[in-house]
């Protein structure tokens, strides 16, 4: 029995024969050019087809898993449109006398290796991306003789990696898990797995060949362990997990429907977190109670310019009506920090997540933001919005965004054009200055809802893209629970409602604690919905603090 250690990406049980994901193979060596004219235009055909290739896979995707995870398809035709990289190629083609597949290969190469220098760790993994277009258009050249995906059916499938585009093309409905020798949990694949519910481990470090191909094995997605040839207590132990776990998801169906109630009888609001109307079937499928995290800022990605006041209106008005009366609270934009938009023209920062991010950009581009605001304004007025700023660090920021939200209002009112006049205005508290003022910021708005993530990131002072440092990365670090802790009885004290749109929402050994703390209202990605529900409804607070 071989046993591999790699990082688990989702936590399910797969067993079954394993089959080793084959790429066609692209000759990509130098050969002679007579019409450099002509190679370049076989390059820009190539291309155009890679693009429409790519469109559609965002199509299946958008039907799949929703906006924002096929919003990396809308990346990588952007990349494609990239005129540094268009000229690389068409240079190499026409001054180094290349041929097209050559060209694009060592453009690929080039590019990768400048992404895998930059010091953001969102940027390294763009080396990846790169490589994956460059290979798509690469086929287009050798002939358009792309991979059999049909071939695999019922199988554990094993890679050196996954792109997105590969994953996605697979029929996920019979693959039964993957494994990888490379890849991260936070890459477009990954997360791909995670929304798709396919068991997975990435990372093992050992690269599997064709003595192993059609080999039984096991993906144990809980501990990140992968069994090939299992032995027959390993088997039987698997197979008793898997069917503990069957049992398991069994039981959430049980809970849907049902309040999100403890056993004493306290009850609290489990939401769900959406990038775009585009995520809102996966929202309906969950059984979420509302909205609680509406990240706005994707309706600023994958574009060459600002989403217009009537782009972002029919968004937000799509998204209230779609929701019959639940409350969809929507943040403001927070470009910024790992979320890069080229046409925001921010000047590069040596730490973009303590830089120019979230409110600071809404405060000093007022136009920008009231764009934002009269759009959210108008949609109030189909379903119940609230919205929510975020990144926060005083009061002074908080009254200034309030006063630009007045002054829109005084504009719609004398436009004749409707609201509603009681939307909820809250805040984010994901900044430790948040979370210690909070009994000053309480006073100011409707609600709170703590952003876990930052809010450990900078607490920590641990850059959570830095992978490096998991080490020392506590999210139930003691001075963070105390943040929050604090936080909720401020907001209680003020008589506002408080909520968790971060990771640790979702983290089912902290429920207890948050409930008990007087968390009122926890917001998660669709998928933890039900988990979250079951942890809460299986609590008996009675008697506790």
């Known amino acids: 029995m071989l046993t591999l250690k790699g990082k688990s990406v989702f936590p399910g049980i797969a067993i079954g024969p394993l089959a080793l994901f084959h790429r066609n193979t ?22 155009e087809t890679a693009i429409a290739q790519l469109q559609g896979l965002y199509d299946k995707a958008l039907e799949k898993v929703g906006e924002e995870q096929a919003a990396v398809f809308e990346v990588h035709q952007m990349m494609l449109d990239d005129d540094d990289y268009i000229e690389s190629v068409e240079t190499q083609i026409r001054e180094e006398g290349l041929n097209a597949e050559a060209a694009v290969d060592r453009t690929a190469q080039q590019f990768a290796e400048m992404f895998r220098n930059m010091d ?3 940027m390294k993994a763009r080396a990846a991306d790169v490589l994956d277009i460059s290979h798509r258009v690469e086929v287009e050249l050798c002939g358009g003789q792309g991979i059999d995906y049909s071939t695999y059916d019922e199988v554990i499938l094993a890679a050196d990696d996954l792109a997105p585009s590969e994953t996605l093309q697979l029929d996920t409905d019979k693959i039964l898990g993957f494994v990888t020798s490379a890849g991260s949990t936070n890459s477009h694949t990954a997360i791909l797995a ?51 776990e069957e049992k398991r998801r069994a039981a959430l169906e049980a809970v849907r429907g049902l309040p999100s109630e403890t056993k004493d009888g306290h009850r609290i609001h489990v939401f769900a977190n959406i990038g775009n109307p585009g995520d809102l079937p996966q929202v309906a499928a969950s059984d979420a109670e509302g909205i609680g995290l509406f990240r706005s800022e994707f309706l600023y990605l994958g574009r060459t310019d600002y989403p217009t006041e009537e782009e972002q209106f029919e968004a937000y008005k799509k998204t209230a009506q779609a929701l019959g009366g639940k409350l969809a609270v929507i943040r403001t934009l927070d470009i910024g920090a790992d979320k890069k938009v080229d046409y925001f023209g921010l000047a590069p920062e040596a730490n973009p997540a303590m830089g120019m991010r979230a409110i600071r950009i809404c405060l000093t581009r007022p136009d920008l933001f009231r764009t934002q605001l009269r759009a959210l304004c108008r949609a109030s007025a189909f379903g119940k919005i609230a919205v929510m700023f975020p990144m926060i660090i005083s009061v002074a920021e908080v009254r200034r965004c309030k006063e630009i939200l007045a002054e829109v209002r005084h504009e719609l009112d004398e436009q004749g054009m409707k609201y509603d006049p009681a939307m909820q205005v809250g ?11 909070s009994d000053e910021l309480a006073q100011e708005v409707d609600f709170f809802s703590i952003g876990s993530n930052d809010l450990t990131q900078y607490t920590l002072a641990i850059d959570r893209q830095q992978t490096t440092l998991d080490a020392f990365f506590d999210a139930h670090h003691p001075a963070v629970l105390r943040l929050i802790r604090q936080t909720i009885e401020n907001g209680h004290k003020a008589g506002i409602w408080v909520g968790i749109c971060g990771e640790l929402g979702a983290d089912l050994s902290l429920t207890e604690t948050f409930l008990k703390m007087g968390i009122d209202e926890l917001s998660v ?12 409804r299986s609590l008996d607070l009675h008697g506790t603090k």
Do not use: C, W
């Open 194 to 244: 995670r929304t798709l519910g396919i068991a997975a481990v990435v990372n093992t470090g050992t690269d599997l060949h064709n003595d192993v191909d059609g080999h039984d094995a096991i993906i144990d997605g809980t501990t990140g362990t992968v069994y090939i040839d299992p032995d027959a207590e390993t088997l039987a132990a698997m197979q008793a997990k898997k069917a503990d």
């Open 525 to 536: 990605s669709p998928p933890s919905v039900l988990p979250l529900r079951a942890k809460i």
């Open 26 to 47: 692209v000759s990509t060596a130098v050969r002679p050019v007579e019409d450099a004219e002509a190679e370049v235009t076989r390059f820009q055909k190539a291309r």
């Open 427 to 437: 805040i984010m508290v994901e900044t430790p200055a948040a979370a210690v003022l």
């Open 120 to 122: 953001d760790d969102y």
